[in-house]
Antibody, heavy 118, light 107 residues
Framework: QVQLVQSGAEVKQPGASVKVSCKAS????????FSWVRQAPGQGLEWVGW????????NYAQKLQGRVTMTTDTSTSTAYMELRSLRSDDTAVYYC???????????WGQGTLVTVSS | DIQMTQSPSSLSASVGDRVTITCRAS??????LAWYQQKPGKVPKLLIY???TLQSGVPSRFSGSGSGTDFTLTINSLQPEDVATYYC?????????FGGGTKVEIK
């Protein structure tokens, strides 16, 4: 069965960086991309970006351009999302989601809470 | 960028009622529209994609319609387990965008 297992909660100081991992199993890793979506406390869903596991192409939300980097490691079937220069408004649950070609994300990870606080 | 506007932002209905949620895109997106359900404290769940295709395992009381700029999610015969926030999501091209959400409660 398809599973996406994310890394644990993080607490970071403003200005620091965080790297969240998402380990996939139960399907052919390189046949699907990954979307990353975040949700601030009590707020709605916000698209962070997308990465192709086939060729590494990425597409990031404009507001995060320059601070976010998505990568994948096909040898371990793991996707990563790194966010730098953290601010308090980056506090959110970050989700990875499997992204079928031409279709919306179908399977989601359990979410990783990133808290930015001094 | 294309904006997705959902309405209403919240609603309260009785068990057995028919509930309708609308989503409007600021530009045409053909049928590249999905609906997600998020229960409190849970991960979003895909209900409908391609505007009207029910994801496997989703109860048939859920249905979607629309194309272009105007879309609808309908819950026929609302059940207590349908209490959740529902989000529309356009996925035709980046940036991918979610609507603001509609919180559904039982009256």
């Amino acid at each position: 069965q398809v599973q996406l297992v994310q890394s644990g909660a993080e607490v970071k100081q403003p200005g620091a960086s965080v790297k969240v991992s998402c380990k996939a199993s139960g399907y052919t890793f390189t046949s699907y991309g990954f979307s990353w979506v975040r949700q601030a406390p009590g707020q709605g869903l916000e698209w962070v970006g997308w990465i192709s596991t086939y060729n590494g192409d990425t597409n990031y939300a404009q507001k995060l351009q320059g601070r976010v980097t998505m990568t994948t490691d096909t040898s371990t079937s793991t996707a990563y999302m790194e966010l730098r220069s953290l601010r308090s408004d980056d506090t959110a649950v970050y989700y990875c989601a499997r992204d079928p070609p031409g279709d919306p994300p179908d399977y989601w990870g359990q979410g990783t809470l990133v808290t930015v606080s001094s | 960028d294309i904006q997705m506007t959902q309405s209403p932002s919240s609603l309260s209905a009785s068990v057995g009622d028919r509930v309708t949620i609308t989503c409007r895109a600021s530009q045409g997106i053909s049928n590249y529209l999905a609906w997600y359900q998020q229960k409190p404290g849970k991960v979003p769940k895909l209900l409908i994609y391609a505007a009207s295709t029910l994801q496997s395992g989703v109860p048939s009381r859920f249905s979607g319609s629309g194309s272009g700029t105007d879309f609808t999610l309908t819950i026929n015969s609302l059940q207590p387990e349908d209490v959740a926030t529902y989000y529309c999501h356009k996925y035709n091209s980046a940036p991918l965008t979610f609507g603001g959400g509609t919180k559904v409660e039982i009256k």
